[in-house]
């Protein structure tokens, strides 16, 4: 498990790089999975929070992400519930007896 999250923490740190990568072969597909996956909007939390500013992610020549820290507490809030609400269920289902 420590592994695993360690590997996972990292991953989730190269992310918004992969993004930048991938613009260039799908620019709807990662616009679209950069604005509803949490990766960015941790990000742009960590830097409003640090820096006052939001996280500008260039993604293309001329495509640039940048979020407000309300959409991206929003995203990252309702992720949260999705995997807390997802692992409930799943302990739920467990017999314990």
Do not use: C, M
């Not at 999250?5 to 990568?21: C, K, Y």
């Not at 830097?47 to 992400?65: D, H, I, N, R, V």
């Not at 940048?66 to 991206?72: D, E, F, N, W």
């Amino acid at each position: 498990a420590l592994l695993l999250s360690v590997a996972l923490i990292t991953l989730e740190g190269l992310l918004p790089l992969a993004a930048v990568f991938a613009y260039g072969y799908a620019p709807a597909l990662t616009h679209l999975l950069a604005e509803v996956l949490p990766f960015y909007h941790l990000a742009n939390i960590k830097s409003w929070f640090q820096e006052g500013t939001a996280l500008l992610l260039p993604l293309g020549a001329s495509a640039k992400l940048s979020g407000g820290l309300v959409l991206s507490l929003l995203v990252t809030g309702i992720w949260t519930i999705l995997f807390a609400g997802g692992a409930i269920l799943q302990f739920k289902r467990e017999d314990l007896d």
